[in-house]
């Protein structure tokens, strides 16, 4: 059983920089020992290839989410990951997405041209952001919402760990 925590986004655009800043508060966290937590920033191409090879069972993505409710607002998303690569004989060049505005769907979706696709489920942990203008710091709505994402997060990887239930290795 493999669990990968990733915060994304831009710290340069302040509450854009929220996955990032969720994936630093984690890091010291008591987690499962299948859980790793990593900070991709805007390396959504990394991040892929990453997903393609790196055999998760769970894949939580950590980026601040616009679905117009009030800033702040904490959303766990489940995408469609069945979306299919470039046309057989396509090219990839064509295909290859603008690296500094790639969302959780297009890294999922370039992820799946990589490779044999994804993680077997993944889940986004998104927060409303209030302000995505250039600055470092995330604004203060944003910023008390970090410590809950964490948590929601920690708790989908003890619900995903519970639902699936222990892995049981055989003697040899």
Do not use: W
């Not at 630093?24 to 805007?42: K, M, N, S, Y």
Request: charged share 15%.
């Amino acid at each position: 059983m493999k669990i990968l925590v990733a915060g994304v986004g831009n710290i340069f655009l302040r509450d854009d920089g929220f996955g990032v800043a969720v994936a630093r508060h984690l890091d010291g966290a008591d987690l499962p020992e299948q859980a790793t937590v990593a900070d991709f920033g805007i390396r959504g191409i990394h991040l892929a290839y990453e997903l393609t090879g790196g055999g998760y069972d769970l894949t939580i993505l950590v980026d601040a989410t616009t679905r117009g409710g009030p800033p702040g607002t904490l959303y766990v998303l489940e995408p469609d990951t069945g979306t299919p690569g470039p046309a057989p004989g396509a090219s990839h060049a064509a295909a290859l997405p603008d690296a500094h505005a790639l969302t959780p769907e297009t890294v999922l979706a370039l992820a799946g041209t990589f490779g044999d696709g994804t993680a077997a489920k993944v889940l986004i942990v998104g927060c409303e952001p209030a302000d995505i203008s250039p600055g470092m710091d995330l604004t203060a709505t944003v910023a008390q919402a970090v410590p809950k994402a964490a948590d929601m997060v920690t708790e989908l990887i003890h619900q995903h760990l519970a639902e699936t239930g222990p892995v049981h290795q055989e003697n040899p």
